[in-house]
């Protein structure tokens, strides 16, 4: 069962449009994380966020992008503007278990037209 | 930062073949994580083994920490194991971001 659900899992945007991303905890959790996967490409960090604030973050999150966790349980991505080079497929992950190891929502696949 | 490579890039396997996947990392880590992407481009997760081996059924994995070095085994491999397989590193403190690697992407054929 994955620690995190995703929606929606596939969103088609026209270029300059705004898009906002979702990541649901399966229970409680205080540590979310943002990457992305260019198709045919390796994952890559965006964003972490602990606590209601942002703790790390990548060159790639610039001022186009944003995250919140507006109600205490969804924890949302924005991209502002969206480029064609937005196009990639972003994870949603969070810490479970007794350790630091990271799970993996299903991922939400955008593509910028 | 930190270089995370794997090899080989490719590599296709008849079923029931056994293999070996690499992953090199140039700096130390707190953290390694060994996952399969599957298809559909779902990350499953394989091991959390930033140090010593384990195993769990056909799979395996050894990380040398002090070498920089980690290692996974597919044994007796089978079609549903045909995916691209990412370590990833957490290099500086707990809790950070992981670094993946390239990737290695298996094919196992009937």
């Known amino acids: 069962e994955p620690e995190v659900t995703q929606t929606p899992s596939h969103q088609v945007t026209q270029m300059g449009q705004e898009v906002i991303l979702r990541c649901v905890p399966i229970s409680n959790h205080l540590y979310f994380y943002w990457y992305r996967q260019i198709l045919g490409q390796k994952v890559e960090f965006l964003v972490s966020?602990?606590?209601?604030?942002?703790?790390?973050k990548s060159e790639i999150f610039d001022d186009q992008f944003s995250v919140e966790r507006p109600d205490g349980s969804n924890f949302t991505l924005k991209i502002r503007s969206t480029k064609l080079e937005d196009s990639a497929m972003y994870f949603c992950?969070?810490?479970?278990?007794?350790?630091?190891?990271?799970?993996f929502g299903p991922g939400t696949r955008l593509t910028v037209t | 930062g930190i270089q995370v490579e794997q090899s080989p890039p490719d590599l296709i396997l008849q079923e029931g073949a056994n293999s070996t996947l690499r992953c090199n990392f140039s700096?130390?880590?707190?953290?390694l994580q060994w996952f399969h992407q599957n298809p559909w481009g779902q990350l499953i997760n394989l091991f959390y083994?930033?140090?010593g081996t384990k195993q769990n059924g056909r799979l395996s994995a050894t990380t040398v920490a002090t070498e920089r070095y980690s290692l996974l085994y597919i044994s007796s491999s089978q079609t549903t194991d045909s995916g691209v397989y990412f370590c990833a590193v957490e290099v500086t403190g707990t809790a950070s971001k992981l670094t993946f690697g390239t990737g290695t992407r298996l094919q196992v054929t009937l």
């Open positions: 992950a969070t810490l479970a278990g007794n350790d630091y190891e990271q799970y």
């Open positions: 083994i930033p140090s």
């Open positions: 700096d130390s880590v707190n953290n």
């Open positions: 966020f602990y606590n209601n604030e942002i703790s790390e």
